[in-house]
């Protein structure tokens, strides 16, 4: 940084002189200084670097709402995450472990700390669009629990006990469901409730299970078999007599 030169007496009288012209009067606007002023070597105290340029800001999430004044309440965040899983997840209220979650061939029981789970995910996809004042809000622990409560009443989620397990003369099985009626399977359904399951489908050789049931029932009576079948149901709509045999 040079050192400014030092203004001669007449310099500074001229100075002076156009100073007290223009103070009298504060609305009076300064002339322009002298050429010789103009010309003065006066130190280089401006940053000539250019300015920085803003920071890029981030790119929204495809499908997120955007707006900083966006609903992100908590009614709209369980309407949200009910969307999401819409059948797939549905609750019961009377029972203890209410969520349940179908999986293609019955409806298996879900811990609610999956649950809550996913009902974070949402919360941290709306964070990333809302305004910095309420991230915190969003995320927070209260947030989460009171959307899955909503989302249990909800009427996409919400089931009666009864609805499930419902039939008893279907069975469910791997393969599909059998109707112990007719004998004929179908596919399965999400739409009727089936929270059991048998560890294998009908079908194949059972060559120890056939010779025990052909000794026992080599003198039984006519009914033996469908009543067996019933008591393996559980059911006791119809009885008949087995003679023993020693």
Sequence with gaps: MSNPRKLTDAEQAELDRTLDEAMPNSNVIYPEPPQWLQDAPFPDCVDDAPPTPPRASRPPIEGANTAPDGDFSDIKLAAEFS??????????????????RWNGSRWEPRAKDRILH??????RNAALSASPKLVRSIESGATVSQIERLARGDDRRARDPDQFDADPWVLNTPGGIVDLKTGQMRPHNRKEYHTKITSCAPGGKCPTWD????????????????????RRRGGRRAFCWCPVVR
């Design 211 to 230: 010779n025990f049931i052909a000794e026992i029932t080599e003198l039984a009576s006519p009914g033996f078999a469908r009543n067996l079948g019933i």
């Design 83 to 100: 969307g999401l899983h819409d059948g797939e997840l549905v609750h019961v209220a009377s029972w203890k472990n209410g969520w349940f």
């Design 118 to 123: 996913s009902v974070k995910s949402i919360c």
